[in-house]
């Protein structure tokens, strides 16, 4: 059954039920004298209508992304893989395909098939769909108690490999993440990461790739602190009751659309930033896309931006 394994394809795994795509769209930039933001009818870009609107695309400028809207977000939440780092193609699938190789499962998760059990939340719980669905290794165990303790092992070897990556520097942060946690620090806006990643692969990103300084700041919800991954809400919910603020005032960073939904579901707004993998998902409820934050001068928007969101909420 190894061998028969590392030949599954996107066809042998119909089983995870693929979510519709869509268009990609190009973030509305150069926005100026904002007096109310509307919903976009084309995958719920923001778009911010005044009394002029450059027709410039793809980039933005900070003095015109709503500084004069007074509503701070109490916290800003963000999703920790695809949106902090690009992590998954060349970070977490490496890890799992080394991983494999060790224990010597003959199992291979090709870019593409790894794109679709993406659509899976959590390690431990891609592993266990993917094997129940194409075929346990033939050196795994047979009972289920067993196989749940070998998939715990393996996920404990993956999340070392991946450390391994995190601690070489060999990810970078995706542009503009650093930016807006620190415009979001020094206005006194909450932030925190909420992922269902490992807490330890969690943590390594920010305290290495964001720097202790900042990591001190952050707060982080990772891997098992809650019974249901995204997108159930329970993530986010716990983020805002132990941050003391109300969903409502948060604003979510995701790139996936699981992420979107749990953000919504949870009463939140929720920004995209498109990810490698996620290009293509739905984000028609999403109450803005972009493909990145971005730095100057290829910013897409920042701290200012999300409150318009808010403003948005009570006008």
Same mark, same amino acid.
């Given at each position: 059954?190894?061998?028969?394994?590392?030949?599954?394809?996107?066809?042998?795994?119909?089983?995870?039920?693929?979510?519709?795509?869509?268009?990609?769209?190009?973030?509305?930039? !150069?926005?100026?004298?904002?007096?109310?933001?509307?919903?976009?009818?084309?995958?719920?870009?923001?778009?911010?209508? +005044?009394?002029?609107?450059?027709?410039?695309?793809?980039?933005?400028?900070?003095?015109?992304?709503?500084?004069?809207?007074?509503?701070?977000?109490?916290?800003?939440?963000?999703?920790?893989?695809?949106?902090?780092?690009?992590?998954?193609?060349?970070?977490?699938?490496?890890?799992?395909?080394?991983?494999?190789?060790?224990?010597?499962?003959?199992?291979?998760?090709?870019?593409?098939?790894?794109?679709?059990?993406?659509?899976?939340?959590? +390690?431990?719980?891609?592993?266990?769909?993917?094997? !129940?669905?194409? +075929?346990?290794?033939?050196?795994?165990?047979?009972?289920?108690?067993?196989?749940?303790?070998?998939?715990?092992?393996?996920?404990?070897?993956?999340?070392?490999?991946?450390?391994?990556?995190?601690?070489?520097?060999?990810?970078?942060?995706?542009? +503009?993440?650093?930016?807006?946690?620190?415009?979001?620090?020094?206005?006194?806006?909450?932030?925190?990461?909420?992922?269902?990643?490992?807490?330890?692969?969690?943590?390594?990103?920010?305290?290495?790739?964001?720097?202790?300084?900042?990591?001190?700041?952050?707060?982080?919800?990772?891997?098992?602190?809650?019974?249901?991954?995204?997108?159930?809400?329970?993530?986010?919910?716990?983020?805002?009751?132990?941050?003391?603020?109300?969903?409502?005032?948060?604003?979510?960073?995701?790139?996936?659309?699981?992420?979107?939904?749990?953000?919504?579901?949870?009463?939140?707004?929720?920004?995209?930033?498109?990810?490698?993998?996620?290009?293509?998902?739905?984000?028609?409820?999403?109450?803005?896309?972009?493909?990145?934050?971005?730095?100057?001068?290829?910013?897409?928007?920042?701290?200012?931006?999300?409150?318009?969101?808010?403003?948005?909420?009570?006008?």
């Amino acid at each position: 059954m190894a061998s028969m394994a590392s030949c599954h394809t996107l066809a042998t795994l119909s089983f995870i039920n693929p979510l519709p795509s869509h268009k990609n769209t190009t973030p509305i930039a !150069n926005l100026k004298s904002q007096e109310r933001t509307l919903q976009s009818s084309l995958v719920g870009t923001a778009i911010i209508i +005044g009394k002029t609107m450059s027709s410039k695309i793809g980039t933005t400028s900070s003095s015109a992304s709503a500084s004069s809207f007074s509503t701070l977000p109490s916290a800003l939440l963000f999703d920790c893989d695809g949106v902090l780092v690009d992590t998954e193609k060349d970070g977490h699938r490496i890890s799992f395909n080394n991983t494999f190789k060790e224990k010597e499962l003959g199992v291979t998760w090709d870019v593409d098939l790894f794109g679709e059990l993406l659509k899976i939340a959590g +390690g431990k719980e891609r592993m266990t769909t993917y094997f !129940n669905n194409t +075929g346990w290794p033939e050196n795994a165990p047979k009972s289920e108690e067993e196989r749940k303790a070998f998939v715990v092992s393996l996920h404990k070897r993956k999340t070392e490999l991946f450390l391994a990556l995190i601690e070489k520097k060999s990810l970078p942060l995706r542009p +503009g993440v650093a930016k807006l946690i620190d415009q979001a620090l020094a206005e006194g806006v909450k932030v925190a990461v909420c992922s269902a990643s490992n807490e330890k692969a969690v943590s390594a990103i920010v305290s290495i790739l964001l720097g202790p300084e900042r990591a001190e700041k952050i707060k982080i919800f990772a891997g098992e602190v809650v019974p249901r991954k995204k997108p159930d809400p329970a993530i986010y919910l716990l983020a805002a009751n132990t941050l003391g603020v109300d969903p409502s005032s948060c604003v979510v960073i995701e790139d996936s659309a699981i992420g979107l939904a749990a953000a919504k579901a949870a009463g939140m707004k929720c920004v995209i930033t498109k990810s490698g993998y996620t290009v293509d998902e739905d984000f028609q409820s999403a109450d803005a896309v972009f493909d990145v934050i971005g730095d100057p001068p290829e910013e897409r928007f920042d701290l200012a931006f999300c409150r318009s969101l808010l403003k948005q909420s009570v006008s």
